[in-house]
């Protein structure tokens, strides 16, 4: 038996990791349900969305952690919620038991996101051997198959191969190019393995769709940003669907990492309808995700409650 500052803090652990358990399916469920409907938002909306549904999880279940370990916070309702023994905690318990699990999923996850930076910065070290620079201090790989793509975690930056520069002209090397500098400046190649990390801890397919999602509206993002700069959305999709078009399909076999933005690789159809359409869609109130973060609370707080109490129940019978 663990007593003292030691066991509040592992219970504290013990309620977040349940919390986060609740958040993760009510989340799941919820992306499942909206992914069957049409929400027409704008790609910052939809960019907001989905940080929001990775990230709201695990600040609910802090909060309720804190409620329920704390629970003068409650007020008068502190009957309804509360956590017996909080300074005591048993490792051999199912306290023990889940909190191992939990901080053992935890560490793999981790340690394979680390994993697959370790492997990007391998093959970025190797591109920077590469490469050349050209008059106009871009990149250059010496290569036939015609690519783009940015790559970099802390210092990304964009890359061409001189097969995809010789086939475009000025106008549609400078809109790729545009694209490229969009992804390095926003550090879209590290936010994407901040997401991936996240996005993890769901079931694989949701949380494989929820980096698709996300992937999209980073190119859509960069899409805009060649658009702000001057250049027609018409334009910016021809030179998609020609960059597309002389590749092959040479990018999506050579891929070698999901942190890596290629110009012409992600959700084509979508990026084009949304580059030509005169709707871009909602923007999503602020007061929205606020909402949706007092109710997420809640209900982790109601539902570890109930949970444990059900536990217990279960274990001392």
Not at 203 to 215: D, K
């Amino acid at each position: 038996m663990i007593l003292g500052q030691v066991a509040l803090w592992l219970n504290l652990l013990t309620i977040a990791a349940l919390g986060l358990f609740v958040g993760i399916l009510l989340v799941s469920a919820a992306c499942l349900s909206a992914s069957r409907h049409s929400l027409h938002l704008s790609a910052s909306s939809r960019r907001l969305l989905l940080w929001s549904a990775v990230l709201l999880p695990w600040f609910a279940a802090s909060t309720a952690a804190v409620i329920l370990a704390f629970p003068k916070f409650l007020g008068g309702v502190a009957s309804l919620a509360h956590w017996h023994h909080i300074n005591a905690f048993n490792l051999y318990s199912w306290h023990g038991v889940f909190t191992i699990a939990f901080l053992s999923l935890a560490g793999f996850l981790v340690l394979q996101s680390f994993k697959r930076a370790h492997r990007h910065l391998a093959q970025l070290r190797l591109l920077m051997q590469l490469c050349e620079r050209d008059k106009s201090d871009q990149s250059i790989i010496q290569a036939k198959g015609p690519q783009a793509f940015t790559s970099g975690l802390l210092r990304p930056q964009g890359f061409y191969t001189s097969g995809l520069r010789d086939q475009l002209t000025a106008e549609e090397f400078e809109v790729v190019r545009l694209h490229e500098e969009a992804h390095a400046q926003k550090f879209d190649p590290l936010k994407k393995l901040i997401f991936a990390l996240f996005a993890s801890f769901f079931p694989t397919r949701l949380g494989n769709y929820l980096n698709r999602q996300m992937a999209l509206c980073m190119e859509q993002r960069a899409d805009a940003y060649a658009h702000r700069q001057g250049w027609s959305e018409t334009f910016i999709a021809q030179t998609l669907l020609k960059v597309t078009r002389i590749s092959n399909g040479l990018q999506s076999k050579e891929r070698s990492s999901a942190m890596v933005c290629y110009f012409a690789l992600d959700q084509l159809d979508a990026r084009i309808r949304y580059l030509l359409s005169d709707d871009k869609g909602r923007n999503l109130p602020p007061v929205v995700l606020a909402g949706l973060f007092v109710v997420l609370t809640g209900t982790c707080l109601v539902s570890v409650d109930a949970l444990h109490h059900t536990v217990e129940t279960l274990f001392s019978h």
